[in-house]
């Protein structure tokens, strides 16, 4: 899913503004035991999300497969 991710990389997710309270709320119920970071993108109506949790990260991209992924090395 998320090809060139290694071991403390962060990954970065380009998601619809409108989209990230349902994010956020799956993570809160989800109890994931990760960190994310979300904060406002250059892109307009768009936030970017990191996280280094690899299989959090597969499981955003498989709910919305539009998504843009970035790699950012450690």
């Known amino acids: ?6 071991e403390g990389d ?3 997710l380009l998601i619809q ?4 309270g349902a994010v956020m709320d799956d993570w809160v119920e989800c109890q994931r035991e990760c960190d994310i970071r979300v904060r406002r993108a250059k892109t307009k109506g768009c936030v970017v999300l ?3 949790d690899a299989i959090y990260a597969a499981h955003l991209v498989l709910w919305f497969p539009s998504v843009k992924t970035n790699i ?3």
């Open 1 to 6: 899913m998320i090809a060139g991710y290694k």
């Open 17 to 20: 503004g409108c989209q990230i």
């Open 72 to 74: 950012k090395k450690q």
């Open 10 to 12: 962060t990954i970065q």
């Open 50 to 52: 990191e996280t280094t």
